[in-house]
Nanobody, 125 residues
C-alpha cells in the first residue's frame, strides 16, 4: 500500500522556523510531483508549494514565497518544506500530496493522487 506521512509540525512563535517532512512508503517519490497544502480553521484548503517530478522545478504561492522552501531527498524518499519567518496566519494543518508526473496545476488539489493525514502548525506568541 502507498502511504504518505507528514511530521515536524508544532507550536512556534512568530518569526521562528519549522521544517516539515513528508515521507512515503510503498512507492518512490522521485517519480511524483509533491505538493504541500494547508487548511486553516474555517478556511478552504490552499496549495502553497510544489516540487516537480520532471526537473525539480519549484512553485510557491504568493503567501509563502520567499519564506518557504521545498526540497526532496530521493535517497530518503522524503520531501521537505522549510518554513522560515513564520507568521500567525501560517497556522494550519499542513498536508503533502503526490501527483504522478509533472504537475498540470501545482496548486490544484484535484490533480493529486495520494495524500498524507497532515501535521498541525501553530504560530502564536
Amino acid at each position: 500500500q502507498r502511504h504518505m506521512v507528514e511530521s515536524g509540525g508544532g507550536l512556534v512563535q512568530p518569526g521562528e522556523s519549522l521544517r516539515l517532512s513528508c515521507a512515503a512508503s510503498g512507492f518512490s517519490l522521485e517519480y511524483f510531483s509533491i505538493g504541500w497544502f494547508r487548511q486553516a480553521p474555517g478556511k478552504e484548503r490552499e496549495g502553497i508549494s510544489c516540487i516537480s517530478s520532471k526537473d525539480d522545478s519549484t512553485y510557491y504561492a504568493d503567501s509563502v514565497k520567499g519564506r518557504f522552501t521545498i526540497s526532496r531527498d530521493n535517497a530518503k524518499n522524503t520531501v521537505y518544506l522549510q518554513m522560515d519567518s513564520l507568521k500567525p496566519e501560517d497556522t494550519a494543518v499542513y498536508s503533502c500530496a503526490a501527483d504522478l508526473g509533472p504537475p498540470t496545476n501545482p496548486f490544484d488539489a484535484v490533480g493529486y493522487d495520494y495524500w498524507g493525514q497532515g501535521t498541525e502548525v501553530t504560530v502564536s506568541s
